[in-house]
């Protein structure tokens, strides 16, 4: 069953704006993931945030995670137009550990 | 090195045929994954499995099955192939199943 749900499905900003993706689920989690998908490719890893943990940084990235409302959110600073990619979170369904993926939301960065 | 493979990158082929994708890790990992994605960018999880356990999708159909020869690999194969199945298909692994899943780039599956 689908566990993450991305808000927005689509998001376009332009170059050095930043965007904002949130991440909502529905049962208890160990962990939450975010990964990136260039059309055409496959996902790449970007954080890893557990569920004692409110907040982690990566670069320009910076992920939150608020477990009381069952969500999370992505947000990449002074976007670059090679931001642009669809996003995923993924967490695992209560107890089994198991990556489960959104839709994913799919941002487009302008020049 | 590609850490995770997965080959071919394209299939296209005709209803009723079998067909498998392979995949292989050279990341020591113990834990590997299949994922459909559709058109509309969905990524379901069809299969997990390590060497002491496969979980699969309730919602997968029996055509798939995976079949894992070792460790360092895990294929799909699928039998009597439907229009429906067009879709990518993604191999993953993992150390564990809490940890950060490595992704293949993925085989585009196109059932005419």
């Known amino acids: 069953s689908q566990q993450g749900e991305e808000d927005p499905q689509a998001l376009s900003i332009q170059e050095g704006e930043n965007a904002t993706m949130n991440c909502s689920y529905k049962?208890?989690?160990?962990?939450l993931q975010w990964y990136r998908q260039n059309s055409g490719r496959g996902l790449v890893h970007l954080i890893l945030?557990?569920?004692?943990?409110r907040e982690k940084h990566s670069g320009r990235l910076r992920v939150t995670l608020d477990t009381s409302k069952k969500s999370s959110s992505l947000l990449i600073t002074a976007s670059r137009a090679a931001d642009t990619a669809s996003y995923f979170c993924?967490?695992?369904?209560?107890?089994?550990?198991?990556?489960?993926f959104g839709r994913g939301t799919s941002l487009i960065v302008h020049p | 090195d590609t850490a995770v493979s997965q080959t071919p990158k394209y299939l296209v082929t005709q209803m009723g045929n079998d067909k498998s994708i392979k995949c292989e890790q050279n990341?020591?990992?113990?834990?590997m994954y299949w994922y459909k994605q559709d058109s509309k960018k969905f990524l379901k999880i069809m299969f997990s499995?390590?060497?002491?356990?496969?979980?699969i999708n309730e919602t997968v159909p029996n055509r798939f099955s995976p079949k894992s020869p070792d460790k360092a690999h895990l294929n799909l194969h699928i039998n009597s192939l439907e229009l429906g199945d067009s879709a990518v298909y993604f191999c993953?692994?993992?150390?564990?199943?809490?940890?950060?899943?490595?992704f293949g780039q993925g085989t585009r599956l196109t059932v005419v």
């Open positions: 993953a692994s993992s150390q564990d199943w809490q940890g950060r899943a490595f």
């Open positions: 049962t208890s989690i160990n962990n």
């Open positions: 945030i557990r569920s004692n943990e």
């Open positions: 993924a967490t695992d369904e209560g107890g089994s550990y198991i990556p489960t």
């Open positions: 990341l020591g990992h113990d834990t």
């Open positions: 499995y390590n060497n002491k356990e496969l979980i």
